[in-house]
T-cell receptor, first 110, second 116 residues
Framework: QQPVQSPQAVILREGEDAVINCSSS?????VHWYRQKHGEAPVFLMI?????EQKGHEKISASFNEKKQQSSLYLTASQLSYSGTYFC???????????FGEGTQLTVNP | DGGITQSPKYLFRKEGQNVTLSCEQN?????MYWYRQDPGQGLRLIYY???????QKGDIAEGYSVSREKKESFPLTVTSAQKNPTAFYLC???????????????FGPGTRLTVT
């Protein structure tokens, strides 16, 4: 089942923060986050496994709330380079394929 | 440098023709995937293969076919049966079959197919 991402789009000024959510109606084993620039391939950001783990990568971090079947991606002090479409991909078991959400388009303006 | 190559970057075909999209990886990954992306939409899984000579249908396999004769290669054929073939096609790979849930996927640069 496809996860639901919110918001669909967000516009920020450089330096502002943003949160992107990814929700599923099914129990999840893992959540992947990717970023895609226009016309390019998606690039891996991070994986979160069930257990409420939080991860960080510079000013981008994420959490996974196993009870709510929801993951949130946090972008702090956004930079122009953060612009792109963010996708979450979810799996229900350790061996299952990923199902991607429809994406959140993030635009960071000067 | 290791990576995934897809060729060509742009492809134009007439309606009714079959077309094959190339995907090659030198990452020594066991698992490979084909996704379709339409404007403003997410990634939809067409086919995936976890090991040579084996592959499974994804969510939108109708009108597509694949083969996996070599570990490095996973070509996708868009047949004339595919009703709306114009899209951006992405190939991806990941290590170790059966671990797609906790192994990152590496994506190729994509092929933009236009059928008129």
């Amino acid at each position: 089942q496809q996860p639901v991402q919110s918001p669909q789009a967000v516009i920020l000024r450089e330096g502002e923060d943003a949160v992107i959510n990814c929700s599923s109606s099914k129990a999840l084993y893992s959540v992947h986050w990717y970023r895609q620039k226009h016309g390019e391939a998606p690039v891996f950001l991070m994986i979160l496994l069930k257990g409420g783990e939080q991860k960080g990568h510079e000013k981008i971090s994420a959490s996974f709330n196993e009870k709510k079947q929801q993951s949130s991606l946090y972008l702090t002090a956004s930079q122009l380079s953060y612009s792109g479409t963010y996708f979450c991909g979810t799996s229900e078991t350790s061996g299952s394929r990923l199902t991607f959400g429809e994406g959140t388009q993030l635009t960071v303006n000067p | 440098d290791g990576g995934i190559t897809q060729s060509p970057k742009y492809l134009f075909r007439k309606e009714g023709q079959n077309v094959t999209l190339s995907c090659e990886q030198n990452l020594n990954h066991d698992a490979m995937y084909w996704y379709r992306q339409d404007p403003g939409q997410g990634l939809r899984l067409i086919y995936y293969s976890q090991i040579v000579n084996d592959f499974q249908k994804g969510d939108i396999a109708e009108g597509y076919s694949v083969s996996r004769e070599k570990k490095e290669s996973f070509p996708l054929t868009v047949t004339s049966a595919q009703k709306n073939p114009t899209a951006f096609y992405l190939c991806a790979s990941s290590r170790t079959p059966g671990t797609s849930a906790y192994r990152e996927q590496y994506f190729g640069p994509g092929t933009r197919l236009t059928v008129t």
